[in-house]
């Protein structure tokens, strides 16, 4: 009796080994990203090998997003923690550093793709987040995302996983020469941008545009213009002679309403998919959707105006 106890506990033996492993030996699992346009991205690398969970459902605001208490217990058990970083998830960056403080492995992809400053007087010197609107960076984000997949889940083919993402970034290679081919098509004098807040700081230094202000003169759309800033928009708005401003398709037109009344002159407002993805068959169901979407619509507003 003794020895097929015996026999029987050295045969679990391997099986409890095993099930260490699926959890990376800690009792983690699976990959957390924070933003929806990440999890696109982690996603297309991983191919199914592993759980990715999203905490941003689409539509939501990066910025103002804040996790239920069930998300923020699932940080914690990730075997690794997939973040934007740079001052974006302003509502879950407490999370993700205690997260990181018990350990689980995190990825901030935004400090590891060349990040830049914000140039704006309001802004000047503040790291900028939004680097998911210049398609070469996220090329260099999916392959550092495929690494640290590679090194920290368990229980995935290392291989697969970096054909994956070898394939994918080839999609977004196709992607920047198709928006390279857009933009190059704008004459010089039109390439001026007006945003509603400023989000396109990266698009603008990779495709030579000129960033002439934002309706709110901030980095996050948690901020409000005064009536000071309004005015000294409207004032390089007029002197420019910017035909047209872009604003994100989920924010409200009021306050790019009143910038345009503000300059006296005839304004069109077309809308971008900026901080989120959408639902699918909305326009942005994918990244790349939504930069083709985006790059399109910026092609057809400065060159219709």
Not at 114 to 138: K, M, N, S
Not at 172 to 197: G, K, M, S
Request: net charge negative.
């Amino acid at each position: 009796m003794v020895a097929a106890l015996t026999r029987r506990a050295l045969v679990s033996l391997p099986l409890v080994a095993a099930m260490a492993g699926c959890t990376g030996g800690s009792g983690r699992s699976g990959v957390v990203v924070t933003t929806n346009i990440l999890g696109d991205l982690a996603r297309n690398v991983i191919g199914g090998q592993a759980d990715v969970t999203v905490l941003m459902a689409a539509g939501a605001d990066p910025h103002s997003f804040g996790v239920s208490a069930r998300q923020a217990a699932s940080l914690e058990r990730a075997e690794l923690l997939i973040h934007n970083g740079l001052g974006l998830e302003e509502g879950v960056l407490a999370h993700v550093e205690a997260a990181a403080a018990a350990g689980v492995p995190d990825l901030a992809v935004g400090e590891r793709v060349d990040p830049i400053e914000y140039t704006a007087d309001e802004t000047a010197g503040q790291p900028d987040p939004h680097f998911w609107t210049d398609p070469v960076r996220v090329g260099e984000a999916v392959g550092i995302i495929a690494e640290q997949v590679v090194e920290h889940v368990s229980g995935i083919d290392a291989e697969q996983v970096r054909a994956n993402a070898e394939a994918y970034r080839a999609q977004v290679d196709e992607l920047h020469e198709r928006t390279t081919e857009l933009f190059d098509a704008i004459p010089e004098e039109r390439r001026r941008l007006v945003t509603n807040h400023h989000v396109f700081g990266y698009l603008a230094e990779r495709y030579g545009f000129e960033v002439v202000g934002a309706v709110i003169p901030s980095g996050t759309t948690l901020a409000s213009p005064s009536g000071s800033d309004l005015k000294d928009l409207a004032d390089a708005v007029a002197e420019s002679g910017v035909p047209v401003v872009f604003a994100d398709s989920s924010q409200p037109e009021r306050l790019i309403e009143a910038m345009a009344e503000e300059t006296g002159l005839d304004i069109a407002i077309v809308p971008l998919f900026t901080e989120s993805l959408t639902e699918p068959g909305q326009g942005a169901g994918t990244y790349l959707d939504m930069a083709a979407s985006n790059a399109q619509a910026i092609a057809d507003g400065l060159g219709r105006h």
